[in-house]
Nanobody, 115 residues
């Protein structure tokens, strides 16, 4: 059994910053990729950022230059540093951790950008 737990969400003013954390634990042999998705009401869940165990990263165009994903492999933990946040970034952010056989999801972290 693998657990994925997000933390760090909350309320922030426009142009502010937040850092989300995602920790994977349990029966893990290898976590290859970790990442963050978000789902805006009425739309499909979309990739925000992803990082492999080797440190290669991938970002959605909408967040490039504002969001940085990093990872501590020893702790199976990924971090999402979000800067210059906009109201349209408001939604639930879901972390994923990929093993060789399946993708595990966290419960989601609410991020609200509002004045």
């Amino acid at each position: 059994q693998v657990q994925v737990v997000e933390s760090g969400g909350g309320l922030v003013q426009p142009a502010g910053s937040l850092r989300l954390s995602c920790a994977a634990s349990g029966s893990i042999f290898t976590i290859y990729s970790m990442g963050w998705f978000r789902q805006v009401s009425g739309k499909q869940r979309e990739l925000v950022a992803a990082i492999t165990s080797g440190g290669s990263t991938n970002y959605a165009d909408a967040v490039k230059g504002r969001i940085t994903i990093t990872r501590d492999n020893a702790k199976n933990t990924a971090y999402l540093q979000m800067n210059s946040l906009k109201p349209e970034d408001t939604t639930v952010y879901y972390c994923n951790a990929d093993s060789p056989v399946r993708r595990y999801w966290g419960q989601g972290a609410q991020v609200t950008v509002s004045s």
